[in-house]
Each structure stands twice: as structure tokens, then as C-alpha cells.
């Protein structure tokens, strides 16, 4: 460590904040007119880095500054056919439903990039006129890094400009702040929306395009870059460009150094600050949303007056659905046995059921406790490691250990969730992915421990559960007494004081209902589901790695909630059975599975916004209220006559 290396490592943070303010200011400025959580922003950051790519090696190397600014542009015009297309008929749906439908573009655009490019990495020519490197003393720094040191406060300022010194950035500053009632004042919010899109791609596309000479264009940039660009948007507050300059450059020096004190002697243990490089912007956002939970400059957003579909109470099931649910329960039992000659079908069945047990313990806290979870994955994976360490390490029974990895993913559930529930919506959302990301961050790197990035192997049931068709009874068993618990605790007194939380706040409390305890109360809970669906994962498997506490597992568990349905207690098993299905059948029947997959959920999206089980819920209402007013017409007519 020296004087010269800390001021090497300090401009290296600058030039790294200036690429992330790019993305960070494009996705604050949607989200914070739109109120879209635009999964898709680190996509548009990925196909600028392509097209700048292309356009060099077609323009040549003189053409580089042309082909960064075409590349932009050309990113910003595709953001604004999508928002015309699709997002503008999802603008009154509820804020997940169109988290969704981005996510949903996400898997479409990393296939498209992957058809137009290939899987290869692609590495761009150095920057006509700043190839070379200064001398600062004594060591070589890049000139580009000094140019992209410069590029962010100028952005910044232009931006500025624009923003407070124009007629369309003082809609852009009221819609941030009301955007319904910049509609009634006669705007047309249609093409400030589309605007103010197009813009935001725009820029996430030109931080793309502006690291072509530093690092490779690769297809794992869209969530990498989507992952940071949250963390600088909940930071710096949603909607405030000059705090996610602000978080960009804190998260980017911090990071800096970390790098530059690498591994230091503290108390005789040696402690890797490098490591720290993972994790450490989503320890700074939870620090700030604990602290300050709109931002370092931001507001409180103000609610939306868009609330999307009401929230009916839940019912007692009927006898018919009972006795459905029976039938099914028969034909679960049954299947191995129907499936015999396909050992592939129990195992995808053992998945579809763990899958079905996750999702609904999720929407456990999404749907009738109202609190958006983006880090349920934390709670899987810990009952998965639970599971997996007592039995490697202390010799557990796999029976005992079932019983007691769940209580390991309640424990964490009843950590986090303290913080947790104290925040709302998407700061909520974002501090629960914050945790999750710190709880991957440990077992991705406690190599001694957890096995570090290679995880653990040989996790295999008893002996008497080593026929996968005896598993997946057990399996079903347990995922069914899994989910009729948490359907049970729903119509509880517990249940309907959750819910009476969920739905106002202050009624709840002026009847003296404590709705922080209860939350946290329903974190637990949906932890302890979250991690029994972990454990069995892990000895369906015989091994479980940190790919089950990733953004990724979480993010599915969001899908499934969605895909089938949010206000119906059906709706996570059905999305969850729906989702993986069609993820295990369109991956073994095409090369581009993610694209097939996206279009298919952006056509549920639109055709069912109140998901698969909710379309099917209605349909059965409406039809069964005609049947019932055909017979009430019956009847009066066989009076009248």
C-alpha cells in the first residue's frame, strides 16, 4: 500500500462511477416518472456495448466516437418502440406485474444479443487519440479513464440543464413528483413517458457503449449492471439524478479502496478487503435504507393513485374445490406409479413440487402481508446449507435435518426481517435484496465452510429414500403439509390481522393491531416454508451451490407469484408449476429457450394481468353468476305463469 497506488485506485473509482452514473441516472429518471422497476435498463446497457461493437468494426477504428453515439441513439429508439408497444398497456397494472413483463424482455433481449453475436466475448479497439496512458507518480494511469472521469460530471450537468432550465423537464420533474396530476393539467403523459423512456435507454445504452475499449462485451453484463444499478438508484433516491451521481461515486471509491488495501492483519486475522469488492455496495444500500430510507437525496415517493386491481377477502374453499383438490392430491400419489418407464417425470415432479412450496411461501409476505420480497432466495438457500452442513459436518440424521434447516432459514428470516418491515414498496423490496446479496456474498467466498463457489456435494437422503419415486412421496407429503400450514395460519386470527394490516395501516393500528410484529411474525413463517423447500431441494439434488441463494432463484420466485396470480391462494402453485414446466420443457426443445420463454410470459402478461389462477377465478365467478341468474329468471318465470 502507497501514496501513488491509493491515488491510482481513487481515479480508477472516478472513472468507474462515471459508466455507472449512466446507467444509475437513466434508470432513476424512468422509474422515477414511470414508477416501472425496469428489470430490462441493464439489457439496454449490454446491446449499447454490441452495437458500439459492430459500428467500429464497420466504421473503423476512426469511426469509434460516431459508432458510441449511434450505438446510444440506436438503443434509445428500441426503448421507446417497447414502451409504445408493451408498457404503455401495462401503465394500471400493479408495479410487479410490470416488473414482470420487463424481466420478461430480459430473457427475450439476452437471446436476441446471443443470435446476433454469439456467446463469445468481444473485445473493442482502444479509443482513437487516448490509447495511451500519463505518468502520475511514477505509476501509468489510462487517458480513457481520465476522459470517462470527465464524461460523468458533464453528463451531469447537461442533464441538469435540461431537467431545470426546459419546458419538458419541468413535466419531467412534476411527473416525479405527481404524475396523475400532471395528466389532468392536460399533458399528454403518453409521450412524457415515452420520452423520458427512450431518454433513460439512451443512457444506460452510452455507459455501455463507453466501456467498449475496457472491458469485453459479454452476455452476463444485463444483470450484473442491473444489480449495481439499483443499488445506486435506492441509494443516491429514486428520481434524484444528482444522487445517483452521489451513490455512484461513493459505491465506485469504496470499492476502489477495498482493492487498494487487499488483505490486512487485524487482531492476527487476515482480513481480505478485495473480497469485500461483491458485497460491499449492497451493505452500503442497506446501511442508507435502514438509516434514511428514500436516499441521500431523495424524497418520499408520494402513492400513486394507480392501485391496480382491489384486494378481495379471501374465502373458504367450497366443496367443489376441495374435492378437486383431493382428485389432484390422488393423482400426485399416483404418478410414479403412471410414469414408471420415464424416471425423468418423477424427478421434474420432485421439482415442480419443491418450486410450488417456495413460491407460496413467498407470496405468503407478498400477497396477504403486502411486503415485495426481491431476496426470498436467502431463506431457500439457507435451509438448503442448513440442511447440507448439519448433515457433512455433524453427522445429522437427513430425517433430523429436514426438521431443523427450516429453523436455520427462520432464524435469518427473523434477523433480516426486523429491518425489513420497517420499510414499504420498493425500499422494502431492495433491502431484502441487499440481504440477500450480503447472505450469497458469505457462502460464495467461506471456502472452509461452505465450500465457497463450489459448494457442497455428496448430500444424499437415507438409504430408504434412495428410490427417487419413495423421495417423491416424501416430497409431496411435505410440501403439501408446507402449504395447508400457511393456507391455515391465512384464516386465523393471525391470518385476518396480516391482512387488516396490508390494507390500512392506521385502521389496523387504531384497533390495536402491533402490524410491524405481525410482519415480522409472517417473515418468520414464510422463511421457515422457504427453507423446508431448500432442504429438499438440496437432497433431491445430493449437492446445493450459491446459484440457490442468487438474484436469479429469487427473481423466479417473483415470476411464479406473478405468473399465477397475487390475489389467489392457488395462484403461486399454479405459477410455480407453469413456470418451471415451461422452463424444463422449452430448454430441452431450443437453442433459444430465454427468448421462447420471455415471449410466452409477456403473453400471459397481457392476456391474464391478474395471472393464470386469477383469469381462472373470474371466469368460474362470471360463469357461475350466469348460471345463477338464469335460474333466478327460471324461477320467476314459472311464478308468473
Not at 404524475?179 to 399533458?187: D, F, I, K, Y
Not at 457503449?209 to 429514486?238: H, K, S, W
Not at 422449452?586 to 389462477?613: H, S
Request: positive net charge; proline residues 4%; hydrophobic residues 55%.
Amino acid at each position: 500500500m502507497s501514496l501513488s497506488s491509493l491515488l491510482l485506485q481513487f481515479l480508477t473509482g472516478l472513472s468507474s462511477a462515471s459508466s455507472l452514473f449512466l446507467v444509475g441516472a437513466g434508470l432513476s429518471l424512468i422509474f422515477g416518472v414511470t414508477r416501472i422497476v425496469n428489470f430490462a435498463h441493464g439489457s439496454f446497457f449490454m446491446v449499447g456495448i454490441y452495437l458500439a461493437y459492430t459500428l467500429v468494426d464497420k466504421l473503423g477504428t476512426l469511426g469509434f466516437w460516431p459508432a458510441v453515439l449511434i450505438a446510444a441513439l440506436a438503443v434509445g429508439v428500441i426503448g421507446a418502440l417497447i414502451e409504445m408497444v408493451l408498457l404503455r398497456r401495462i401503465y394500471k397494472s400493479p408495479e410487479l406485474f410490470q416488473l414482470l413483463a420487463t424481466f420478461a424482455l430480459v430473457l427475450v433481449i439476452k437471446d436476441a444479443v446471443l443470435y446476433f453475436w454469439g456467446p463469445d466475448e468481444l473485445l473493442g479497439p482502444r479509443a482513437p487519440g487516448l490509447s495511451g496512458s500519463v505518468d502520475i507518480l511514477g505509476r501509468q494511469f489510462p487517458t480513457y479513464d481520465l476522459f470517462l472521469i470527465v464524461v460523468g460530471p458533464v453528463v451531469l450537468g447537461l442533464m441538469w440543464l435540461l431537467l431545470t432550465r426546459t419546458r419538458w423537464g419541468t413535466l419531467v420533474r412534476a411527473a416525479t413528483q405527481d404524475r396523475e396530476m400532471v395528466s389532468a393539467l392536460g399533458v399528454n403523459q403518453a409521450w412524457l413517458f415515452t420520452a423520458v423512456f427512450a431518454l433513460g435507454a439512451t443512457l444506460a445504452a452510452l455507459g455501455g457503449a463507453l466501456q467498449l475499449p475496457r472491458e469485453p462485451a459479454t452476455l452476463a453484463m444485463d444483470l450484473n449492471t442491473i444489480g449495481a444499478a439499483f443499488v445506486v438508484v435506492v441509494v443516491g433516491g429514486m428520481g434524484s439524478i444528482p444522487g445517483a451521481y452521489v451513490a455512484a461515486l461513493l459505491l465506485s471509491e469504496i470499492k476502489a479502496v477495498c482493492i487498494w488495501l487487499g488483505v490486512v492483519e487485524i487482531f492476527g486475522y487476515s482480513v481480505s478487503f478485495s473480497k469485500l469488492t461483491l458485497v460491499v455496495d449492497f451493505i452500503v444500500m442497506a446501511i442508507v435504507l435502514v438509516w434514511r430510507p428514500w436516499g441521500l437525496l431523495g424524497r418520499p415517493q408520494a402513492p400513486s393513485r394507480y392501485v391496480g386491481m382491489q384486494e378481495e377477502p379471501l374465502r373458504r374453499a367450497s366443496k367443489g374445490y376441495l374435492w378437486l383438490v383431493a382428485a389432484l392430491g390422488v393423482a400426485l400419489m399416483a404418478m410414479p406409479l403412471l410414469t414408471a418407464d420415464s424416471p425423468y417425470t418423477t424427478v421434474l415432479m420432485i421439482d415442480l413440487l419443491i418450486a410450488a412450496l417456495f413460491a407460496a411461501s413467498l407470496h405468503f409476505i407478498m400477497g396477504p402481508a403486502g411486503m415485495h420480497s426481491f431476496g426470498h432466495a436467502a431463506y431457500f438457500g439457507l435451509g438448503a446449507y442448513g440442511a447440507a452442513l448439519l448433515v457433512r459436518t455433524s453427522g445429522m440424521p437427513m430425517e433430523l435435518a429436514l426438521i431443523v434447516a427450516p429453523l436455520v432459514a427462520a432464524i435469518g428470516a427473523f434477523v433480516y426481517g426486523w429491518f425489513a418491515v420497517r420499510l414499504s414498496g420498493v425500499y422494502l423490496a431492495m433491502l431484502t435484496l441487499a440481504f440477500a446479496q450480503i447472505t450469497w456474498a458469505v457462502v460464495y467466498q467461506w471456502d472452509s465452510f461452505t465450500g465457497g463457489s463450489n459448494g457442497l456435494t455428496g448430500v444424499w437422503p437415507s438409504e430408504w429414500l434412495s428410490d427417487k419415486r419413495t423421495y417423491y412421496w416424501l416430497t409431496l407429503v411435505l410440501v403439501a403439509a408446507g402449504i395447508l400450514m400457511l393456507r391455515r395460519v391465512l384464516f386465523s386470527p393471525f391470518g385476518y390481522a396480516l391482512r387488516a394490516g396490508r390494507d390500512s395501516v392506521l385502521r389496523a393500528d387504531a384497533i390495536g393491531i402491533d402490524v410491524k410484529r405481525m410482519q415480522w411474525t409472517a417473515f418468520v413463517i414464510a422463511g421457515a416454508a422457504a427453507g423446508l423447500a431448500g432442504a429438499l431441494y438440496a437432497f433431491s439434488k445430493g449437492s446445493i451451490s450459491p446459484e440457490s441463494l442468487s438474484v436469479d432463484k429469487s427473481v423466479d420466485g417473483l415470476v411464479m407469484v406473478l405468473l399465477g396470480g397475487i390475489q389467489t391462494l392457488a395462484g403461486p402453485v399454479v405459477g410455480a408449476v407453469t413456470f418451471s414446466w415451461l422452463h424444463d420443457t422449452v430448454a430441452r426443445n431450443t437453442d433459444y429457450w430465454r427468448a421462447t420463454l420471455g415471449a410466452i410470459i409477456l403473453l400471459l402478461v397481457l392476456l391474464f394481468p391478474q395471472g393464470i389462477a386469477g383469469f381462472a377465478k373470474q371466469l368460474s365467478e362470471r360463469l357461475l353468476g350466469r348460471r345463477r341468474r338464469s335460474e333466478v329468471d327460471v324461477a320467476l318465470t314459472e311464478r308468473r305463469t
